[in-house]
């Protein structure tokens, strides 16, 4: 027996990032004579690597050899049509060998080329679609919510591991020397840029956002020194947008977007900030890729608030404060 008291502080948890998938690991917080232990009481895998095999290839792109990766993007590229072709049309395709394209099956867990392409298909149907691709139609009450929100911390982690900081860094910068800000956007993009506007607006420099695709263009050819125009396109493929970057970046505007990397809104912009999202939103709602917008929007807010300096916080304060007579007291 001991005399040593032990006081369990706390619990806690947070999420670890592996390529086995994503992990929930919760601690117990233990005093024992003042000395602090963290005991590590469970480990919960709550999101396996990516089911979708399209995902799967994604996501390790960057990590292929230069063989494996043509054939990840010959695949990338079209899909469906890799499901129906033969070893040696999609070895023509990628620019390489046959031997190469089975080797690159295996590398993904097939036992051959017609295995790769069963989960190929498979990964290509998987979802409930027009919905969410991490939703099944046998999901109830007991498993969707749980897949929705796991999908979403997902593809968070996913996006803070490749943040470009040296874009938001540039983007910072540009925003903080702008004399007006006119964030532009469509579709579900159109509720971010009026999210935009809700934040930016506190610094002092007048900010405006326009769904209206005409008064987008009418906007960007008045532009002038000083402007900057931020783009937001999950795709980067939305033609009015991309026309009315082209009409802004003919004038003396700036020209941010946050968009896919190599689409035709970042060639069109003079600081393009590209994050992955392993979403289609051809095929399934806008989910995850509007809440990595959304969390890259509070980094470029907080990095113009740090820009500020602490002088500007009571500016900040005087706006909170002019919200206290619009609430009831707390009980």
């Not at 292929?64 to 129906?84: D, F, G």
């Amino acid at each position: 027996m001991t005399n040593k008291k032990q006081y369990i502080s706390a619990y806690f948890s947070f999420y670890y990032n592996l390529r086995g998938g994503i992990f929930k690991i919760s601690v117990r917080n233990v005093s024992n004579s003042g000395i602090i232990r963290n005991n590590i009481t469970s480990i919960d895998l709550i999101m396996t690597s990516e089911p979708n095999l399209l995902a799967v290839i994604q996501r390790q792109l960057n990590e292929l050899n230069k063989s494996e990766a043509k054939v990840a993007n010959a695949i990338l590229k079209a899909p469906e049509e890799a499901t129906r072709s033969s070893i040696a049309s999609l070895a023509s395709a990628a620019g390489v060998s046959e031997p190469s394209v089975n080797r690159f099956c295996k590398k993904f867990g097939a036992t051959g080329f017609p295995d790769f392409k069963l989960k190929l298909a498979t990964s290509l149907a998987s979802g409930v679609k027009y919905v969410s691709r991490s939703v099944e139609f046998s999901d109830d009450i007991n498993t969707f919510p749980a897949k929705l929100f796991d999908n979403a911390i997902n593809a968070l982690l996913t996006a803070k591991e490749g943040l470009p900081l040296k874009a938001i860094a540039q983007a910072v910068d540009q925003i903080a020397q702008a004399r007006r800000v006119y964030f532009f956007g469509l579709g579900t993009s159109a509720a971010v840029a009026r999210d935009a506007e809700h934040k930016f607006f506190r610094f002092n420099v007048p900010v405006f956002t326009h769904e209206d695709p005409l008064m987008q263009r009418m906007l960007a050819a008045s532009a002038g020194v000083g402007d900057l125009f931020f783009f937001i396109s999950h795709t980067g493929r939305t033609k009015v947008l991309v026309e009315a970057a082209e009409i802004a970046r003919q004038t003396e505007a700036t020209i941010v977007s946050l968009t896919a990397e190599g689409s035709p809104l970042a060639q069109k912009s003079h600081c393009c900030i590209t994050v992955k999202v392993e979403e289609d939103t051809e095929q399934y709602l806008p989910m995850t890729s509007r809440l990595v917008q959304l969390v890259i929007l509070d980094v470029l807010a907080a990095g113009v608030t740090l820009r500020r300096g602490e002088g500007f916080t009571p500016h900040l304060a005087r706006i909170k404060d002019s919200l206290k007579e619009t609430r009831f007291p707390t009980s």
